[in-house]
């Protein structure tokens, strides 16, 4: 029997660094909303979606090429930009077969620091698109590493449980020797009944941070699985599937 | 009604430095096995426990004072020191009376770290004395940080089960607003019935890590609530109780 690449859960940005990023898959998760945002959007035809860490590069790229820029800051859309950071602004109707630059803090951020750490290969994870990154993680029989964005380094929850949606899918194809690992398929073992009922009663710091912007719908839409079945995978500065 | 102090979990050493540790109570967690012996030499009568982060320096205090001197690395007993890392090497019949110097790595380098950013009240927190530990703290009425010494800043199970086991016993008498408590509080949930086989059961790292070495008896000992229940503080680079 061959043996079975390993799997690592890195549950804040701050720990990257203790994990060998090289020659394995890294899914970055930024379940609200960044990467449910990006699911969404190629799902419905987008040319690729280029995330960027700033307003003022993703203004800056709005200027030199065609392209729908996007971004929130504190809940509302930034300053200078388009649209916003919902799944539900980019239906087909609207995207399709356009590029959306998109800057968000937490999901950008881990992205740049898991190359600048010389990952080769990074996927991005979300609910919604949770059964293609399986799906995929399982085929390619590499390495994985799940790669939490959380909130300014802090774990959180909702990222925390989609590392463990994952492991309870596919866990058994891979050598988990993860204490971070064990813990986020533990709480997703709690929660996977009414994930936004567990997000409330739990007092999930993002949970609030929405729903004080009036986000209850979106924070529903992202804890949803499988409405945006891609895998969305980074390449030359872009994600695309 | 006076607002509640805040409480947060800090699960990895690496991610001290999203927290302020001034003005409140830090409690050093490091369950396999360093808070736990803490916890059983001062019980059991030592003047004080001296922590320090390398054999050489244990081996320099232990020449310039009377003291025993302790640590192990890999499992055995760190060459130039006298005993290891085991609460049951530590009874009254052999510690009362005396300093022990006790070199750790996870522990000590996280007490340090907290010093070093300006942490003025430092408790050490093991299930051995988790009673005292929540009742100080909840008389103390400051806020807390459950700061977790994981294994090389990874996130380990057991430190983050003590930080849940606190949680689930006096979280009402704080405010927390921390996804990482969350997810400690809903692990500790799950496992409390068994600590020992939940750890078995989800492949803890340190569960292998000290099985191998023959320390099932260790593991299961510093599972048990309450058998050295004192509050180790931390004082002139020394712990007293």
Known sequence: MSKKPTLYTCLSPALLHLYNVRDCVIVVIDVLRATSTIATALYNGAKSVIPVDSVEKCIRLGRSMECITAGERD?????????????????????????????????????????????????????????????????????????????????????????????????KHFTIDCDASQIAHCLYGNAKENLFEFMKEHDASHYHRLMNYGLERD???????????????????????
């Open 75 to 171: 809940g509302q859309i930034a300053e200078g930009l388009q649209y916003g950071n919902s799944a539900f602004e980019y239906p087909r109707s609207f995207i399709e077969g356009k590029i959306l630059v998109l800057t968000t803090t937490n999901g950008t951020k881990l992205l740049h620091m898991a190359l600048a750490k010389g990952a080769t290969e990074i996927i991005t994870g979300s609910f919604l698109n949770l059964s293609a990154v399986c799906e995929h993680l399982v085929e390619e029989k590499k390495n994985v590493i799940l790669a939490c964005a959380g909130w300014k380094d802090r774990v959180n929850l909702e990222d925390t449980l989609f590392a463990g949606a994952v492991i309870a899918a596919i866990g």
């Open 219 to 241: 924070i529903r839409h992202c804890l949803t699985a499988d409405l945006a079945n891609v895998v969305p995978y980074y390449k030359d500065e872009r994600l695309l599937i």
